[in-house]
């Protein structure tokens, strides 16, 4: 490996850094003011966390709050987030994996005893501004595969155990965290938890394990974030927009489980899911 890489950016200049610098420090060598808004890089056009280490010559594009393809990064940290918040609402629940794309929502499912109610998004929903307002950093830890077993053995999160089976050999292993939360993810996440800025949950559903209905029943939180309120409000004013043009096609719309939440309300619609889950099954090794 070179001891240096050659960084060309957006305004056509190009930058020598020694090999391994990441994005974050490509940007704060450019400027604070950049350095703070930083929330990814666009690494050879493909998005990367603004942890990554540039080992190569690249070409890079610093992702702020202002760029569409920060919306991405904001709601995968706005899923964890969510996690974190229920886990501190019910100590000791058990978590899955949350969602890939991460396009326009994103969700996370629980074992929990029960199906969500809309009370408790109330309560997760200001657990979830708290965490916001704490301005926790995010942190990306590289483990090796032992070490990542016996941190869930300890945490008591036997569902990762089984996720953790999932990742190839070979493959690197992350661990993302803020605060007390821990969870083996890939990112690519925010600096900090305060540049998310906007967050609302969505809708409550119950999701079999791996999606197959042998296992056991999990209960799913969707939810969505954005940079700011009026981005927030935007997206949700674009939604009554086109229920307006096209109310069949709103209407048709799916409805995964109890309740579906709609701009500041929430509504019954539908009771499809058991107020109370039956006992779980064993998950599959």
Request: proline share 5%; net charge negative.
């Amino acid at each position: 490996m070179s001891e240096t890489v050659r960084v060309s950016l957006p305004d056509g200049s190009a930058r020598e850094f020694p090999a391994g610098t990441t994005v974050l420090e490509v940007a704060e060598a450019i400027g604070p003011r950049l350095a703070r808004d930083t929330v990814a890089g666009m690494v050879n056009g493909d998005l990367v966390d603004l942890r990554t280490a540039l080992t190569a010559d690249a070409d890079l594009r610093i992702v702020t709050a202002k760029d569409p393809e920060a919306g991405d990064v904001i709601r995968h940290s706005a899923e964890h987030v969510l996690a974190d918040a229920v886990k501190r609402l019910w100590p000791g629940t058990p978590i899955d994996a949350g969602r890939q794309d991460h396009s326009e929502k994103y969700q996370y499912d629980f074992r929990f005893p029960r199906a969500f109610k809309p009370e408790d998004f109330e309560k997760i929903e200001a657990e979830m501004a708290r965490i916001i307002t704490e301005d926790l950093e995010f942190d990306r830890q590289e483990a090796d595969r032992a070490e990542v077993r016996e941190v869930m053995t300890e945490r008591g999160e036997d569902i990762k155990l089984v996720r953790l089976d999932d990742i190839p050999e070979g493959e690197v292993i992350t661990l993302y965290s803020h605060g007390p939360f821990l969870d083996l993810c890939r990112g690519p996440h925010v600096q900090r938890t305060s540049q998310i800025g906007a967050v609302r949950l969505l809708e409550a559903s119950g999701a079999y394990f791996r999606g197959d209905e042998r296992n056991e029943m999990l209960q799913r939180i969707y939810g969505t974030a954005f940079a700011s309120k009026k981005e927030l409000n935007a997206y949700f004013a674009r939604l009554e927009e086109l229920k307006r043009r096209d109310p069949d096609r709103s209407h048709a719309r799916k409805v995964r489980g109890v309740w579906l939440r709609r701009g500041h309300h929430t509504t019954d619609l539908r009771r499809r899911v058991v107020e109370e889950v039956g006992p779980l099954r064993k998950l599959p090794r």
